[in-house]
């Protein structure tokens, strides 16, 4: 067994319940470790502490499955894990309203770096870290007993998609059943297509849906800017919601070819004017048409990928709401959001709220953060923020 001890500091982030070692934390290991080997910490007095998968490219070294009392991570292990993440979305979704959500949520379900949604019949298991890749035949057996899909996709983030091929001759692509690339579900009894083969993410924003529902009880009767649109998501409740008209502004025409055909697949959103509008957003915001809104959406994507962005990224986010309330007609609501996890709540609602002192008086409607089948065990996985303001009449 790969056997590790770490600095002070770790130990502390461990028992804290923390599930990243660093690599510049670990002190001493009884040899050189493989990609995903199953790994013990063992504390200055020999005991154990935590079992973790290792995986030695990476600067996160460790990856904790379990800290406390030892256990033997057996296949009746994993299962029940598996299975407690399961019995934990069950009850929150009437299933004839929708039937699309993330069943396993990467380290926050005990599963670091691996992610499963689900699409109507499909699932889509993302593997962000290198260290299931070693144990992926396992896992499919335990997901197989556990979800019984009739079809199922694997998506690999980038940075790992070349030791998967070289190494294991893995890719991406369907690995139970078969599936085109675009599924249609409902959510909230709007019917959508994820793009699972393909698309972003694993073809679908499921963690913004409790905020596009918020949106829908906001935009009656108002004009609709959805920036960063994506495939229309919040568009389509606002349309719901009785918006007068909604426009889409993305970059790129892939997700506007999208955001159209869901409209498309919605016959009830004809009776509200939708435009698309190609374009970059940090620019048309600051300098495009002269035209006002009476409620806009800005869901950027990340700007702070790294830690070392995030001062940029704070500036940034500032600037984009203070665009967008420049362009918000009397009366008008911003929503504004981050899905940056190195901007901190504090940093993105305060640059928000500053730039709306600037607007003119404002009072704050609400603010949230991911969907519950989205949970967030530790300070990093709190990455998306989300707040509504409305500037006074
Ligand atoms: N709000 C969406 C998710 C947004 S994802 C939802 O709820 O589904 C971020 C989107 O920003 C992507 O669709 C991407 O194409 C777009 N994007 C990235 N850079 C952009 C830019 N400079 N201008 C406009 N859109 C951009």
Redesign the pocket.
């Known amino acids: 067994m790969l056997r590790l001890r770490v600095s002070a500091p770790a130990e502390r982030f461990i028992r804290s319940g923390h599930p990243w070692v660093y690599s510049d934390s670990i002190v001493e290991t009884n040899r050189v470790g493989d990609v995903g080997e199953l790994a013990v910490v063992y504390n200055r007095d020999n005991k154990f502490m935590a079992l973790g998968l290792h995986d030695p490219q990476s600067p996160i070294r460790l990856r904790v499955l379990h800290a406390g009392k030892p256990v033997k991570a057996d296949r009746e292990w994993w299962i029940a894990r598996l299975q407690a993440a399961k019995d934990k979305r069950v009850p929150l979704f009437d299933k004839a309203q929708t039937n699309a959500w993330r069943w396993v949520s990467g380290e926050n379900d005990g599963f670091p770096g691996l992610v499963i949604d689900r699409y109507a019949d499909v699932l889509v298991m993302k593997l962000y870290s290198a260290v299931w890749l070693p144990r992926l035949s396992e896992v499919l057996d335990w997901v197989r007993e556990v979800f019984a899909p009739t079809a199922l996709v694997l998506r690999l983030s980038r940075n790992i998609q070349p030791i998967a091929k070289e190494r294991w001759g893995l890719s991406e692509g369907c690995l139970v059943g078969s599936t085109e690339n675009l599924v249609v579900f409902r959510e909230n009894g709007i019917r959508f297509e994820a793009e699972v083969l393909q698309g ?1 993410k694993t073809g ?2 499921l963690d ?1 849906r409790d905020n ?1 529902a918020r949106v829908q009880d906001l935009a009656k009767g108002r004009e609709v800017l ?6 229309g ?2 568009s389509l409740y606002a349309a719901r919601g009785g918006a007068r008209s909604v426009t889409d ?4 025409k892939h ?1 506007l070819d999208s955001a159209n055909r869901n409209f498309a697949l919605n016959p009830w959103s004809a009776a509200v004017p939708h435009e698309c509008v190609q ?4 620019e048309w915001i600051a300098n495009g048409p002269r035209r006002s809104f009476d409620l806009i ?1 800005c ?3 990340s700007l702070a990928r790294r830690e070392a962005d995030r001062e940029g990224a704070i500036r940034a986010y500032g600037t984009l709401a203070a665009n967008c309330l420049r362009r918000l007609a009397p009366g008008g609501i911003l929503v504004a ?1 981050s899905c940056s996890a190195h901007v901190s709540q504090g940093e993105f609602f305060d640059a928000v709220m500053n730039a709306a002192d600037h607007a003119g008086p404002w009072k704050e409607l609400w603010r949230s953060a991911h969907a519950p089948d989205h949970p967030a065990t530790f300070a990093e996985a709190h990455y998306l923020k989300c707040i509504a303001l409305q500037i006074e009449p």
């Open positions: 972003q679908f924003y913004q596009r959805n920036v960063f649109s994506f495939s998501g919040f502004l993305d970059i790129s997700a374009g970059d957003a940090f959406i869901d950027p994507p959001a």
